[in-house]
Each structure stands twice: as structure tokens, then as C-alpha cells.
């Protein structure tokens, strides 16, 4: 019990170490901006909380100060908002909502709402600085009937209209089937929206990390 409660707490010090060190990860705004794709704008869906949770905080895998985490494969999911010159974008809240590991949404409709796992908290919320960056701890997504495991995104700026869409695991064989994904006929446009998640190199607890840039269609004032 006290190598599992190292091996979390170890888990949250990387998770927190990486948030101060991230921008270094990343090159300079504007960089190869033409090669840049736009992201596609794909729908926020009926699961959007109804009720957001007390904790909106980043790390969705503990609520408050619980020392009991969420079930599932720790995935550190994270990327850049980018305008469409390939700046980054500041003080854009990001949102991200998904099923827990029994496909459960912190919503009062969703299927399987009576096995919903207590300890994930399904929603987070992160506000980039000048880098653009965002990043969030949560956990590999599942798939439900009808859905390849996707994260919702939803990008709220400050003057302009919310911007929503999806991210998908890379190799997960009901991407091909997904209505949603389907209908995107771009095929650089599609690679946008399914990501490679890979192992964190060295983690005892065989955890992942998933970079989603986003790429947004204006340019931002200076």
C-alpha cells in the first residue's frame, strides 16, 4: 500500500514538474506556420456537464484533497492553442470533459451513470499563458457504444465564439467506424484530431502522454 501511495504521489510531482517546465518543450510562435492545418471544429455533444464538479482544476484525477485517484491509465494530455500564423494564443480557457474508465460522464443522462467512478472528476480547466500551453492529467480514454475513446476540447476566448472539437487515440480500430470522425474528408485535417498516445519513458506505472495542438482559424491582435 505505502509503494502504491509513493508511486501517485511520485505521479503528481512529474504531472506538477512538467507544468513549470513545459515551455521549454516548445519553438518559436510562428514557426513553419505554412504548414499549419486548422483543427477541425467537431460537435460538443449532449454530455457536457450538466453539473460541473466542485474541483475544475487541471489534474482529473484527484478530487480535492482525496488520496483515493480514479481508475484508468494515467495519460498527461496537453499541447498549444495556436492562432492560424501558428502564434500561440494567451488566456484561453481551456475545458476538457470525458467518460471515466467505465464510460460513465459526469452527466445525468449519461449510460452507466450508476457505475460512474466517484473519484475521477470527468471535467478540468486550464487558462494558457504566453506560450500557449495547456496540459492536464487525467486518463486514457475509453470507448461507449456508437464512440471511439475521444477527450472533448472546448476553447473559450474572451470576443469570440467557443471553439469545440475532439481528440482521438491513434491505432484504435472504431476510429474507422466513428460517425464524427467520418466525417471529416481531409485527411490532414483528420490526423489533427487523432494523436499518437505513447509511453512515458522510464514511468513505473506505464503511464502516456498525448499532444493535441490546436490550431485555430484567425490571427491573434498583438
Not at 71 to 80: A, E, K, M, N, S
Not at 190 to 213: K, N
Request: with cysteine.
Amino acid at each position: 500500500m505505502r509503494s502504491e501511495s509513493c508511486q501517485r504521489l511520485a505521479g503528481r510531482r512529474q504531472f506538477l514538474s512538467a507544468l513549470a517546465l513545459g515551455a521549454a518543450y516548445y519553438t518559436i510562435p510562428g514557426a513553419f506556420a505554412e504548414e499549419l492545418t486548422r483543427t477541425p471544429q467537431l460537435t460538443l455533444g449532449p454530455f457536457y456537464p450538466d453539473r460541473l464538479p466542485l474541483d475544475t482544476d487541471n489534474d482529473l484525477l484527484i478530487i480535492n484533497d482525496s488520496i483515493t485517484p480514479a481508475v484508468g491509465q494515467i495519460t498527461h494530455f496537453g499541447g498549444r492553442i495556436l492562432d492560424s500564423s501558428g502564434a500561440p494564443v494567451r488566456n484561453a480557457m481551456v475545458e476538457i470533459w470525458q467518460v471515466d474508465n467505465n464510460a460513465a460522464y459526469i452527466h445525468t443522462r449519461s449510460q452507466n451513470a450508476d457505475k460512474r467512478d466517484k473519484n475521477f472528476q470527468g471535467f478540468g480547466r486550464f487558462e494558457t499563458g504566453a506560450s500557449g500551453e495547456y496540459r492536464f492529467r487525467t486518463i486514457k480514454p475509453v470507448k461507449y457504444p456508437g464512440r471511439a475513446p475521444h477527450i472533448h476540447v472546448l476553447v473559450k476566448i474572451k470576443g469570440r465564439p467557443d471553439f469545440a472539437t475532439q481528440c482521438h487515440v491513434e491505432g484504435e480500430p472504431s476510429n474507422d467506424t466513428d460517425n464524427i470522425l467520418r466525417r471529416i474528408r481531409d485527411p490532414k485535417a483528420r490526423a489533427m484530431v487523432i494523436r499518437p498516445f505513447v509511453p512515458v519513458p522510464g514511468s513505473p506505472i506505464q503511464e502516456l502522454s498525448a499532444r493535441f495542438d490546436i490550431v485555430l482559424g484567425f490571427t491573434a491582435s498583438l
